[in-house]
């Protein structure tokens, strides 16, 4: 077995004579455990007393939005939960004193978060994998998704704490099928944010036929199922237009999925992670269809041209070259794929020191944040058996630029050393204090608040978006922040990583930079905004005029 290590790797340039930011000098990234002081007592349960099946060992992820508007990120999970008879193959034996169910934690502002679920009314009763947060209706309050065994469920914000259910009246009742990843976008840019819904496999509660040291039944032994795009349209309700875009012609096993325009045209495209399937990145061809072109992308396989287990998915410019990189999460070696500006994406896992490390592991959740605000991003990566409730520990690799990273994991504090059985993971400045924190989810046991404690750091600042003649929460724009003589680019999303949704405000680190010399913000509208002289340490707000 390959062992972690935390040895320097030297930084070099990918493409000869291309100079690239190289990251200002900082202190060694390090997370703690916040977990105990912080309020959040959430358990997940998969609901049974051991793992038998698919349905049990996905897991779930979390997300970071402010539900209340007050500006703090608040926090929301779900949960599997005992299902009726046949469904497990190891049922509880007695059931829980409380049901499982999803919650939602208030940020107090001051580390401490509070169990506000029942009040939001949010605790759901499904067997559920993930979340994401939009306004749909933009009336100012960010609403929420929840994708479920069976079903999606979609809460409108009531603007005073509590949400309803609006699902049927939104026309989602329909959904059916084991929907999972989900993304927001605005693939027609006409102001209102469209949901794309990807679903894992036609899971059979009753199918048994497998040999017992298999475990259980894996995503080869059932069908593949097809994703589901809806089109909003701008009266509160969706339209089902998965057949008419193209999307519905592709069958995988979705995990993982995303949204970002990788070409810069100006349009969305799609990018699924599929579980022992080849991956989908579908292309927006800005007519309301969609092309899939992952094998010719150089996206739809793993480093060895085999059909991994994918997960998580980020879109993100890693060396920043104001090209989109992709980056996806998986059971083998992971993979980090360099945008040239043409296809195919370019696979430098390998160059890159990553895969060496991640071989030994099977990664989940995982985000892409400049954790100690040198100018560059790394990437943060939780990790646990496939399987079996295997813990294991979780990776943090620092980005030296140049396409480099180091496993920078044995200093990061005690409890990236901690083992666990990770899944989903989110990211968010839960404290606004300039650094970048996480949230992890692990499977049948209760989740992981990390504290981002890394110091010294360099500058930083957050851009705040809101849209008015492009959707409100900005879904789509693209963001562009000089400092110091650095140029970085980022694309505000929802949905992305391992059945996740992380912060909404876009996060720079500006290195020595004490301010953003100019901020350009390309609207999902097509207008094109400039600020200029925005001080550091701030969230600074910019609306759509």
Known sequence: MIMRTASFVSVFCLAAGLALA???AAGAIRFDDATPQSGITFTHSFGAEK???LLESTG??????????DGKPDLFVVSGRPLGPGIHPYPLRKPPAETPHNHLYRNDGNGHFTDV?????????????SAIAADFDN????DLLVTSYGKVTLYRNKGDGTFEDVTVKAGLGGVKGWAIGATWLDYDRDGCIDLFIGRYVKFDPT??????????????DYGADSNLLFHNTCKGTFVDVSEKSGIAAFKGRTMGVTAGDYDGDGYPDIYVANDKTENFLFHNKGNGTFEEIATEAGAAFGQNGESTSAMGPVFFDADNTGKVDLWVSDSKYNRLLRNTGKLPFVDITQQAGISQQAAQYTSWGTGAYDFDNSGLRDIFITHGGLIHLIPQEHSVFKNLGGGKFE????????????????????????DTDGRVDAFMVNLGAPGTLLHNVTTPVGHWLKVNLVGTKSNRDGIGAVVEVEAGGVKQRAERTAGSGYL???????????????????ITVVWPSGIRQVVENIPAGQVFTITEK
């Open 22 to 24: 190289q990251p200002t």
């Open 51 to 53: 793992l038998g099946s």
């Open 60 to 69: 779930a992820g979390c997300l970071w939005f402010d539900f209340n508007n």
């Open 117 to 129: 679920t029942e009040k939001a009314g949010l605790a759901g009763d499904s067997f559920s994998f």
């Open 139 to 142: 009336d100012g309050y960010t």
């Open 207 to 220: 199918y048994r036929a497998y040999y017992p040291a298999d475990n259980y039944p894996g995503p080869l």
């Open 407 to 430: 496993d920078v994991s044995t200093g990061a504090g005690q409890i990236l050393a901690t083992k666990s059985v990770g899944r989903g993971a989110c990211f968010a400045d839960y």
């Open 500 to 518: 996740s949704q992380d912060d909404w405000r876009l996060h720079f680190g500006l290195g020595a930079a004490t301010k953003a010399d100019k």
